[in-house]
């Protein structure tokens, strides 16, 4: 079973691989349904979720990043709300330390930064001495104009190398390797072809040295695999996460906790 060490606990999985609940609480994120606060970080937590990923600033392609206070009105009301009716884990998807600093006093428990630690000097000082885990991901460019940014290229190399040199940078920090992640970024600046060889060899990032977390849930991949909209592409998204965690992913962020339960309950009993 997969464990995770946080700053005061260990938690364990409770399928084969951590499921992550997606609760954007923003207002233009790429998936409208993905969108909300306390009723659907609940509804999360109730289907099954074993951590929620809260963020408040879209990263979609052609997004725009938001100001500290924006993004704080955001996030902080509702890690406050969350840990009035449970302690599941949080983790806050920021890549700023004056969101990370109050989220993780009103009781987050993990950092997810997209910008693997680079965007903020001080954001790894605080998960180092508060002795959080870290998610460390790949993109190429901001997400303003990452889709502007495909290039071609060994991809898995790229990607590899890139967490290796941001996981060794947090371990410098004082950051514990046990409590890295790393994830390749599908989507940030990738073509198909990119995504879908990080998807087969996810597992051998970094040479194994760390979990990895995919976060594939109706991304534009998936639609260019089916031909489907993003309200169609749950089917295609449940497939791409089963092709990732029998190559080795650790954790799925997805939207649809349920039905990602119902996949790895399927996996678990017939693999």
């Given amino acids: 079973m997969k464990k995770l060490f946080l700053a005061n606990r260990e938690i364990e999985a409770k399928n084969l691989v951590f499921v992550m609940g997606i609760v954007n609480a923003t207002p233009d994120s790429f998936w409208k349904d993905s969108r909300g606060g306390l009723d659907k970080a609940l509804r999360l ?22 100001s500290v206070e924006e993004e704080l009105q955001r996030v902080i009301p509702l890690v406050r709300q969350v840990r009035k009716y449970s302690d599941i884990p949080i983790s806050i998807d920021t890549r700023k330390l004056e969101i ?13 930064d997209i910008s693997a630690l680079e965007d903020d ?11 959080i885990p870290v998610i460390l991901m790949h993109k190429r460019g901001i997400p303003k104009t ?32 046990e ?81 990602t339960i119902d996949t790895l309950n399927v996996l678990r009993y017939t693999v």
Avoid at 100 to 112: M, R, T, V
């Fill in 45 to 66: 937590i109730d289907e099954g979720a074993d951590i929620l990923d809260i963020g408040g600033e879209s990263t979609r392609p052609g997004s725009d990043y938001v």
């Fill in 100 to 112: 990370l600093k109050p989220a993780f006093y009103e009781g987050a428990d993990i950092l997810n």
């Fill in 121 to 131: 000097e001080l954001i790894a000082d605080f998960a180092a001495g508060v002795e």
């Fill in 146 to 177: 990452m889709h502007l940014n495909e290039k071609k290229g060994d991809i898995f190399s790229e990607v590899s190398e890139y967490l290796e040199c941001r996981a060794e940078f947090a371990v410098s920090k004082g950051i514990s390797p």
């Fill in 179 to 259: 409590k890295i992640i790393v994830d390749p970024g599908i989507g940030f600046g990738k073509d198909l072809g990119e995504n879908s060889e990080l998807i087969k060899n996810c597992g051998n990032l970094c040479e194994k040295k760390y979990p990895v977390l995919m976060a594939l849930s109706r991304k534009r991949c998936i639609g260019e695999m089916t031909g489907r909209d993003v309200d169609e592409r749950l089917c295609g998204t449940l497939a791409a996460n089963i092709v990732s965690v029998l190559n080795g992913a650790s954790f799925l962020r997805v939207h649809d906790v349920k039905e």
